[in-house]
């Protein structure tokens, strides 16, 4: 090696080895805090007085919230600045975490986890970080690892809810959060560079984000509250139609004017469109799965004859291998990406996530069943998850790396909304029938088997979604020469746009 690459050698690892951690660290807090009380609902309506259909709205806010916050965080990154974005982002985290330790009311608890919800721009502004900031040749394993996070943080955070409980009450969580928060935002500041790449000839587009924010609430809304209010009743309908007709005014909107906040010609390019597609997908299978297994491991085997009775805790510990898998996924994902594209990691995630949830579909009387099954999903979400920023930024511009990645973390989002809002309609739909002194509603096993069944699907409906796009380069592409170009990555290698 000659003395004049060493310095440049030493100095792309330096500035993995600085921006990296900071960047996952910031993805975790994030995703072990939005599913952290996902376990804990039932007995969080007993501590703060409040019904079962009300205390959802803890996850509904902060779905809600993320998924209008997103987009906008990604953009703005784009126009001033990913650094200063991701900082806002983490700052709403922390200042939710602060107001939820501090209050007794469920009201700002609420407003809580509408803070906790500008958390969500994290992922699209610490990929196009990654993806300004690292050595070409790492961008891949720096993206996947990110993205991966996202289902490590979820595993890990059903995991914490339960150890947390065991000793502390429900603050201890936000307490989590808030420490978790703090030290992110320490990092992002002393690790993260200022922005090399900034939109500077883009624009606000303050109608396009009211229209966006407008059927993104009204359509999450409807989903997440139809099992309570009922799917035909009139506010859940009229829900839906407003959704639709403030969607179509909003693609009319980006369309005419000269800055769009979100490119429709960009959304529509089959790699971009396709793999928002089965991020969508991907989204209903991981956290509806996350609920079912959830309930059924806690469900009381003395009276239904099937789960385990497991507490919060044992519940979460079984979701562990889940976690697990998705570490696995990140340099897996990456290898994959780089020697042959993003397209066989989506693939086989998609099919990962359907055998797992096929195979509990058929065999769950024993908890080694559970973790199995746990583990091969974990590592299908982390393969997913690793391959889709890999079309995303194979068919946009620099430039508009925040935002495209933004709208594919909002519809991984809205299909976790609507995942888990089918699962707890199965659940529900089919409910044993107890004695008068047992006041409990427990869903049959046939409910869950077929909870499952439809996860399995969904799952392998995604993997079949990158069949309709055009294979990317990988970054190990031959050159008609005979040898690889050295610069190509496949976060940068053109797909099917």
């Known amino acids: 090696m000659s003395e004049a690459l060493k310095p440049t050698i030493a100095a792309e690892k330096q500035s993995t080895a600085r921006v990296l951690p900071a960047l996952i660290l910031a993805m975790l807090s994030f995703s072990v805090i939005q599913t952290a009380v996902v376990p804990i609902l039932p007995s969080l309506a007993k501590e703060l007085d409040v019904s079962g259909s009300n205390i959802t709205w803890l996850m509904t806010a902060n779905l809600l919230s993320a998924a209008v916050l997103t987009p906008l965080l990604g953009r703005f990154g784009d126009l001033r600045g990913r650094k200063p974005m991701l900082l806002i982002s983490l700052v709403g985290l922390v200042a939710g975490s602060a107001l939820a330790v501090g209050t007794h009311s469920f009201t700002w608890l609420v407003v809580a986890r509408v803070l906790q919800g500008a958390g969500g721009g994290v992922m699209p502004l610490a990929i196009s970080i990654v993806r300004d900031e690292l050595p070409r040749q790492k961008v891949t394993g720096g993206v996947a690892a990110i993205s ?7 595993g890990l955070g059903l995991v914490a809810t339960g150890l947390l409980l065991e000793h502390w009450n429900y603050k201890s969580i936000f307490w989590m959060g808030l420490v978790f928060g703090l030290i992110a935002i320490a990092l992002v500041v002393f690790r993260v560079p200022t922005d090399p790449v900034t939109d500077k000839e883009g624009g606000a587009d303050p109608l396009g984000a009211l229209t966006l924010a407008g059927w993104l609430s009204a359509l999450l809304v409807a989903v997440s509250q139809g099992n309570h209010w ?93 976690a697990l898998g998705s570490m696995v996924a990140a340099p897996l994902g990456a290898l994959l990406i780089a020697r042959r594209g993003p397209r066989l990691p989506l693939v086989a995630g998609g099919v990962l996530g359907a055998v797992a949830m096929a195979y ?73 029938k ?3 002194q047992i006041p409990l509603t427990l869903p049959t096993l046939d409910a869950f088997k077929h909870a499952f069944w439809t996860a399995a699907v969904v799952c392998i409906v995604a993997g079949a979604v990158p069949f309709l796009i055009r294979s990317a380069k990988s970054a190990t592409a031959v050159t008609a020469g005979g040898s690889a170009p050295q610069h190509t990555s496949p976060e940068l290698a053109k797909t099917d746009a």
């Open 434 to 436: 107890l004695p008068p």
């Open 148 to 154: 991966a996070s996202m289902g490590v943080g979820s």
């Open 230 to 322: 009922g799917w035909t009743s009139t506010k859940t309908l009229g829900l839906f139609a407003v959704a639709a007709v403030v969607a179509l005014v909003w693609g009319i909107i980006e369309t005419k004017v000269a800055h769009p906040l979100v490119d429709m010609k960009m959304m529509s390019r089959p790699a971009v469109a396709f793999t928002n597609l089965a991020g969508l997908l991907i989204g209903f299978g991981m956290y509806g799965s996350f609920m079912v297994i959830s309930n059924f491991a806690q469900a009381p085997d003395k009276i239904t004859h099937y789960g385990f009775t497991a507490s919060v805790l044992h519940a979460g510990i079984m979701l562990l291998p889940s």
């Open 360 to 432: 509990l579909a058929l065999r769950h009387s024993a908890e080694g069943d559970i973790y199995t099954a746990s583990a091969i999903f974990g590592l299908g979400i982390g393969l997913a998850f690793s391959a889709m920023p890999a079309y995303i930024n194979g068919a946009v511009p620099v430039e508009q790396s925040g935002i495209a990645n933004g709208m594919n973390s909002v519809l991984r989002t809205v299909g976790g909304a609507i995942g888990t809002a089918v699962m707890a309609a199965i659940l529900t739909g089919d409910t044993m």
